[in-house]
């Protein structure tokens, strides 16, 4: 049994049969997985790729000199097993079909935290969301309208066109091909193995 610990929160990612990018999962649901057989954990070496069960990774894991810096790990009632990073499900080949979500938290990071209008990068509570076309005049919310900015040129702007407040943006906004959230993961070195999956051109990724 394995234990409640801040590793489990820990995010992998998910490969279909056919090692294509599927979604992102928490520690936790990926331990159920390889635990009932259903996946296997896929481990990156220098570019050379290994696959273990969970009772082979399980053992793999005792050495712990095996494995770098940025492992989360989480505590059995016997031993401490390292969180892979990617697995691999057995009986599903096939890519999910859906569109990413509108919503702040994805346009923020769509924007990477950076007002669209001064450039500057700022916290979350220092952010608003704009309209660039105003819905006074006509300005729908989606993402070719929504950017992320600053509370101060969100005042500035008011309720006109960056035209109109003699303002510009320093990036038309679009709508993401997949999860935004995934390039925030992707700047990490805990997760630079993931990048070996990814592949703009056919695939989003849902994180669950």
């Avoid at 450039?119 to 608003?128: C, F, I, P, R, V």
């Avoid at 006074?136 to 109109?164: E, I, M």
């Avoid at 943006?169 to 990048?195: E, M, S, T």
Wanted: with cysteine; proline share 3%.
């Amino acid at each position: 049994m394995i234990a409640a610990t801040s590793g489990l929160n820990a995010n992998v990612l998910v490969l279909n049969r056919l090692y294509m990018a599927i979604r992102v999962v928490s520690a936790r649901r990926a331990f159920s997985m390889l635990a009932r057989n259903l996946a296997e954990v896929i481990s990156i070496d220098e570019g050379r790729f290994a696959n273990y069960d969970f009772d082979s990774w399980t053992e793999l894991s005792e050495y712990r000199d095996l494995f770098d810096d940025h492992t989360d790990w989480v505590q059995t009632v016997r031993l401490r097993i390292a969180v892979p990073k990617i697995i691999r499900v057995f009986g599903y080949d096939r890519l999910p079909m859906q569109k990413v979500k509108l919503n702040r938290r994805n346009i923020y990071a769509r924007d990477n935290n950076i007002c669209q209008y001064c450039g500057n990068k700022h916290s979350t509570h220092e952010l608003s969301l704009d309209h660039v076309l105003p819905r006074s005049q006509g300005g729908q919310s989606n993402w070719d309208n929504l950017v992320c900015c600053c509370v101060h040129c969100n005042a500035r702007k008011g309720g006109r066109t960056p035209a109109q407040a003699h303002m510009s943006l320093i990036r038309k906004p679009i709508r993401p091909k997949r999860n935004p959230v995934i390039n925030l993961r992707l700047g990490l070195d805990k997760y630079a193995c993931w990048q070996t999956f990814l592949d703009n051109a056919y695939w989003t990724v849902e994180l669950k």
